[in-house]
Nanobody, 125 residues
Framework: QVQLVESGGGLVQAGGSLRLSCAAS????????IAWFRQAPGKEREFVAI????????DYADSVKGRFTISRDNAKNIVYLQMNSLKPEDTAVYYC??????????????????WGQGTQVTVSS
């Protein structure tokens, strides 16, 4: 089982940038797909981005495409989420997650069996 710890959240003005980190330990990190999700108050947790361990391919939610970039450093067991041009609607708790099931879409929370504790991102207008 992989353990995940997020960091890098904080308060930023609209138009600013933040870089989130997800540090992993436990089972072989380099062979696990890692994704970022977020959850705003009163809303369901939603998919943000994913980077495949095998192909290196990435995918993003339409709401963040062109502004967010996911990357991973397998040597350091860290996945990053670079967030630029932040908007107030990006305010949420951000979670990284390790994919444990391929029975459903990678955009579904049910595909992930390990989650970090979350890091708060607040974007002021």
């Amino acid at each position: 089982q992989v353990q995940l710890v997020e960091s890098g959240g904080g308060l930023v003005q609209a138009g600013g940038s933040l870089r989130l980190s997800c540090a992993a330990s436990g089972r072989t990190f380099s062979s696990v797909d890692i994704a970022w999700f977020r959850q705003a108050p009163g809303k369901e947790r939603e998919f943000v981005a994913i980077k495949s361990w095998s192909s290196g391919s990435t995918d993003y939610a339409d709401s963040v495409k062109g502004r967010f970039t996911i990357s991973r450093d397998n040597a350091k067991n860290i996945v990053y989420l670079q967030m630029n041009s932040l908007k107030p609607e990006d305010t949420a708790v951000y979670y990284c997650a390790a994919r444990t099931s391929y029975a459903s879409s990678y955009r579904s929370t049910t595909s992930y069996g390990a989650w970090g504790q979350g890091t708060q991102v607040t974007v002021s207008s």
